[in-house]
């Protein structure tokens, strides 16, 4: 299994202030996605990144892979209450397994 | 995108009893899904692939006859956990993977199904 590291654990912010969430790892992703969970729900998929150097932009988030396809980055502009929840990079990585982060509690305080 | 769909969300059950949870892919065939364990604020825990019309493949540390997966169709994979110890209690979540071009597979999760074993 191949490991995803994610950084922060936890973010607690300000409505309005911007924050990142990175995913990083020592192997190369065939594809990274980025999931949102909120509690006793399943994980909503946001974006699927595919190209080294890709960036895509949804609305007030931005996700951007590396060069290498080894790490990710997911930045949201102006966060908003409704952002709250927990963030989760997943890689498909060799063995044909999606490798999932630890996950970045997203806290957004009106 | 592609919708999962879980059933029940909720399940409380005895001890020593078995529970099914079903998992459907509602608009795409799936001849790929998985299960996953998550707990309290934690990230996914894969615990098995299941494969349509042959045997699941299990993750190391998950106990085959305890967890019994059933992939009968390319929408449908089933959970069985036998005989529920309260160790068991979880949030069981379901994944169907919907292959893609190239290296553009993606995997989409169902709600979850929340088990509480008494």
């Known amino acids: 299994t191949q490991l995803l590291e994610q950084s922060p654990q936890f973010l607690s912010i300000q409505e309005g202030e911007n924050l990142t969430v990175y995913c990083n790892s020592s192997?190369?992703?065939?594809?990274l996605q980025w999931y949102r969970q909120e509690p006793g729900e399943g994980p909503v998929l946001l974006v699927t990144v595919v190209t080294g150097g890709e960036v895509k932009k949804l609305k007030r988030l931005t996700f951007q892979f590396g060069d290498a396809r080894k790490d990710s980055s997911l930045h949201i502009t102006a966060a908003q209450p409704g952002d709250t929840g927990l963030y989760l990079c997943a890689g498909f990585g060799n063995d044909y397994k999606l490798s999932f982060g630890a996950g970045t509690t997203v806290t957004v305080r009106a | 995108g592609a919708v999962v769909s879980q059933h029940p969300s909720r399940v409380i059950c005895k001890s020593g009893t078995s529970v099914k949870i079903e998992c459907r892919s509602l608009?795409?065939?799936?001849?790929?899904m998985f299960w996953y364990r998550q707990f309290p604020k934690k990230s996914l825990m894969l615990m098995a692939t299941s494969n349509e019309g042959s045997k699941a493949t299990y993750e190391q540390g998950v106990e085959k006859d305890k967890f019994l997966i059933n992939h009968a169709s390319l929408t449908l994979s089933t959970l069985t956990v036998t005989s529920a110890h309260p160790e068991d209690s979880s949030f069981y979540i379901c994944s169907a993977r919907l292959a893609g071009p190239g290296s553009t597979d993606t995997q989409y999760f169902g709600p979850g199904t929340r088990l509480t074993v008494l």
């Open positions: 192997s190369v992703f065939s594809s």
């Open positions: 608009d795409f065939q799936a001849t790929t």
